[in-house]
């Protein structure tokens, strides 16, 4: 584990820990109060392996849905904060691609705990 806590790695038997600690930060630190929606977490089989399951990350912003899979098994950095820094790269392009964020270069302000 190369130094990194236990408790700051993904852990499937508690993904309220990873949607609390590093998704609501994340889409919080890139959104504003009024886009925000809700933001939601699941695991769900491998649609190409059905053996395997990937951790999807769902937001709701200004009535727009972005869903990005972070998480599939033999997927080396399950760090929370590699996670975090992925989930907010891929937040950031789907904003100026957005509606309501068209054209917007947004950099999050988060801080993984």
Known sequence: MSGVDRKSRLDLGDLRDFLDRVVMPVARGILTEE????????????AFQPDNSV???RVLAAGEAWAHAIWIPGQEDDTYVGLAARIADSLQDWIAESGFGWGQLRVAQYRID
């Open 55 to 57: 951790v999807w990350v």
């Open 35 to 46: 886009e925000f929606e809700d933001a939601w977490v699941s695991l769900e089989p491998d």
